[in-house]
């Protein structure tokens, strides 16, 4: 059978993941923003969790890492880079490492911009992106540490994987996300269409995460500040990506 992965709601807004492959018999998490709801998972299953990986420091993807490490004695792997301000690390990974998790490769992917220190994970045998705070369903994460350089490098980093890709990011602000880019591109029959899904969805009490990375790359603004049809909308033809970029993500920010 393939990694399942499951998509666990926790605190507010924020997800977790949990990976598990029936194969190797190992489990892995990606975030713990909070116990119990992983906990009522992994139990729900009697599955042990062997690895749990970090994508940034900030408190509502950390929280629960020290207890989970407590309980299962799993390996917590996150980036050397911040190593100074997360929770105890047993494996510091650098840009561009390959580390063996749930028996797929995990590509460490350097994503600067809502933190300093952002790492995103991608499983090319999974098929799957997890990319934190930094892309994310119909939008990215705030700046708080980066700049719009920066932010705008790490999209297209993330951007240049395949188009199949599954992007499992770190909050449900979907419908949030949806109705702002429709005030950038509100012509974009794909953004129209895709809005729409996502209205039903959220009515349906579905999640919107996962979103599929080509999906993303037709209708997220963020991903397309280097198209003719997004600058011609914001009436910024002729700028550069970095620029418009950063023109939305100001937009964003005061939305």
């Known amino acids: 059978m393939p990694l399942r992965i499951i998509t666990v709601p926790c605190r507010a807004d924020n997800y977790a993941f949990v990976l598990h492959d029936d194969v190797t018999k190992r489990t892995a998490l990606v975030d713990a923003p909070e116990v119990e709801p992983i906990m009522e998972v992994l139990n729900g299953h009697g599955w042990h969790l062997s690895d749990l990986l970090i994508t940034h420091h900030h408190g509502d993807h950390v929280e629960g890492v020290e207890e989970l490490h407590r309980v299962f004695g799993c390996r917590v792997i996150g980036a050397r880079a911040d190593q100074h301000r997360l929770p105890p690390l047993d494996i510091a990974v650098d840009v561009s490492d390959v ?78 996300n949806a109705r702002f880019a429709l005030t950038i591109e509100p012509d974009n029959p794909k953004l129209i269409s895709r809005v729409k899904a996502i209205t039903a969805a959220r009515a349906r009490g579905e999640a919107t995460v996962p979103s599929q990375l080509g999906l993303e790359m037709a209708t997220n603004p963020f991903l397309r500040a280097d198209t003719v049809e997004l600058a011609r909308a914001i009436n910024m033809d002729g700028e550069s990506a970095e620029r418009i970029f950063a023109e939305v993500r100001g937009r964003k920010d005061r939305y």
């Open 99 to 176: 580390e063996a998790v749930c028996g797929e490769d995990v590509h460490v992917i350097d994503v600067p911009g809502h933190t300093i220190g952002h790492v995103a994970y991608w499983l090319p045998g999974a098929q799957a992106l997890f990319s934190g705070d930094s892309l994310m369903a119909m939008g990215c994460g705030r700046l708080f540490e980066g700049t719009p350089a920066q932010m705008w490098d790490s999209m297209l980093r993330l951007r240049a994987l395949p188009p199949e890709t599954m992007v499992y990011s770190g909050h449900e602000y979907t419908s949030s």
